[in-house]
């Protein structure tokens, strides 16, 4: 008899409950394929690699046993995946970073990374800035880029500088339905297939006011300058970046948070 239990629990599928330490409705959901390739690809856009021993490599392990076992199919995915996404948060503490990996809204991993040192500046909250402490936002970068190469036509990888870019505002690897990004794949598209200069979408039609497409915005970093020009150096053919374009502007605005981060008394020393 404890054979044939043992058997029967064999057959049954890995769910979220048995490879996380979670509750709730997600728990009792059988890990899929399609699930575990949304997060490895949420890890390789926002972390820049499939963490070890984070959320990717164990649902991937699960739902390989699981296919294997011929409980799911290799394209299924869960409700839970499939229209509440994936999503992962990085949020910067004194001497470490704080990684939240989650499906559906729910949290089912997070961990910590040492980080450099930052200014206790970072963390404060300045009055008349919206609690940013000055800093420039990815979406006013995004901005910028309207003002420095407002003629150029949107093409494959000013479109995933930006997708990458809304990427790391939001958190979330799903494109926002009418955002940024959507409208930079949109006008990259029919860019490729217009005929006259004049036809194409440019860069300030897109950008002019790029923080009210953004559900959500934050400070520049330099992890988000490095996965911005990462993004358009692999989809530009010569894998190179526009000077004025959407990474030099993410760039340079990683450098002006630096720099202020680096004299937290600059400001108040010119009177601002």
Not at 6 to 26: A, H, N, T
Not at 113 to 126: K, N
Not at 136 to 159: H, Y
Not at 191 to 207: C, Q, W
């Amino acid at each position: 008899m404890s054979q044939e239990q043992s058997q029967r629990s064999e057959q049954e599928p890995i769910k979220y409950g048995d490879v996380f330490p979670i509750q709730g409705e997600l728990a009792e959901k059988t890990v899929a394929p399609g699930d575990a390739a949304l997060m490895q690809t949420a890890e390789n856009t926002i972390l820049g690699h499939i963490q070890k021993g984070g959320a990717a490599a164990t649902m991937q392990s699960a739902a390989i046993r699981n296919e294997r076992a011929g409980l799911v199919d290799h394209n299924d995915m869960s409700y839970d995946a499939g229209l509440g996404g994936v999503s992962i948060t990085e949020t910067d503490l004194p001497g470490k970073r704080v990684v939240t990996e989650s499906i559906g809204g729910q949290v089912v991993d997070q961990y910590s990374q040492r980080a450099p040192l930052a200014p206790p500046a970072i963390f404060e909250q300045s009055g008349g800035d919206g609690g940013r402490g000055g800093a420039i936002t990815i979406g006013e970068a995004l901005e910028a880029t309207a003002m420095t190469a407002r003629q150029k036509p949107v093409d494959r990888s000013d479109a995933a500088a930006i997708q990458a870019a809304e990427v790391r505002a939001t958190g979330r690897i799903n494109i926002v339905p009418g955002g940024v990004a959507a409208a930079a794949q949109s006008a990259a598209s029919l860019n490729a297939r217009a005929t006259s200069i004049d036809e194409k979408t440019k860069l300030v039609d897109i950008l002019v006011d790029a923080t009210s497409k953004l559900p959500s915005d934050r400070p520049v970093t330099r992890r988000d300058a490095e996965g911005v020009t990462g993004a358009e150096m692999r989809n530009d053919p010569y894998l190179t970046t526009h000077p004025t374009g959407v990474a030099a502007s993410v760039a340079a605005a990683a450098r002006i948070n630096q720099t202020k981060l680096a004299s937290p008394g600059r400001e108040a020393d010119q009177g601002v």
